[in-house]
């Protein structure tokens, strides 16, 4: 199929509206929610909303349906929302379109099926119908700058001066840009505290910067599945948390040169 705008796709939808979608989307959470992990059907959920304003429709990039999910619950990685894909075309939930523009695989569209029981879902063989490819990789379509660096031309999807044991971590949850981002947010908390710091010891801040930006992102994941309502953006949340920590360590360090 060749990619453009949704309007080009809207022939593709089973319903006749939105009610009828959700009656559908009921009915196949009753036979098959069970076999989706909790993660995987807060991805689920968030596809069926970015697919109402088309009835069971939608050609939404998985990385915008992954970041949404970080946004008032506990977020996803991209992997986890496509096995959720591939569990969803298994079971006949829904049917996936590669796009093109010329050679190159553009964004899916996602086409939710009309409910059938678990019997004529057996007696069909969805799974073999599943692409090779779930989607085009994990960068936007346009290239995006931050501070002149393209995101989406990383060599091996690695990002330049973001050390590598804090990406592995960060991209399992959020994209390139985000990770730097966050990265971003590191160094802004510990400019100053570092010059403090070497005042008094030889010290290595590469080190003590990494423990501290890993160390901070597993409280807000953590603090994200406790519940913790995050008022601005997980930016500012995560910087928050950094400064916590900073502020931590500035008093032991006081009380130790007193």
Request: proline share 2%.
């Amino acid at each position: 199929m060749k990619s453009g705008n949704i309007e080009q796709f809207v022939h593709l939808s089973k319903f006749k509206d939105v009610k009828e979608f959700n009656n559908n989307v009921e009915q196949w959470m009753v036979d098959f929610k069970n076999q989706f992990t909790k993660s995987e059907l807060i991805g689920l959920k968030r596809l069926i909303r970015y697919s109402c304003k088309y009835a069971g429709i939608s050609n939404a990039k998985i990385q915008t349906l992954v970041s949404a999910t970080h946004n008032n619950e506990i977020g996803i990685s991209r992997s986890t929302f496509e096995r959720m894909l591939r569990k969803a075309k298994q079971y006949g939930i829904l049917t996936v379109h590669n796009t093109f523009c010329g050679s190159n695989q553009r964004h899916n569209v996602y086409v939710f099926n009309r409910y059938q029981s678990i019997k004529q879902v057996e007696s069909q063989s969805f799974v073999n119908e599943a692409p090779e490819t779930i989607d085009v990789p994990n960068q936007e379509t346009s290239q995006v700058k931050t501070n002149n660096i393209l995101i989406d031309t990383y060599k091996d999807n690695v990002i330049p001066d973001v050390p590598i044991r804090f990406q592995e971590l960060v991209k399992s949850y959020y994209s390139s840009k985000q990770t730097l981002e966050l990265w971003k947010c590191v160094k802004q908390s510990t400019q100053h505290y570092n010059v403090f710091i070497e005042q008094y010891v030889d010290y290595d801040p590469s080190v003590d910067k990494v423990e501290l930006a890993i160390s901070s992102f597993k409280q807000m994941i953590v603090n994200i599945k406790l519940g913790y309502t995050i008022k601005k953006s997980i930016f500012s949340y995560y910087y928050g948390i950094i400064q916590k920590k900073l502020d931590t360590q500035f008093i032991d360090w006081n009380l130790c040169f007193e």
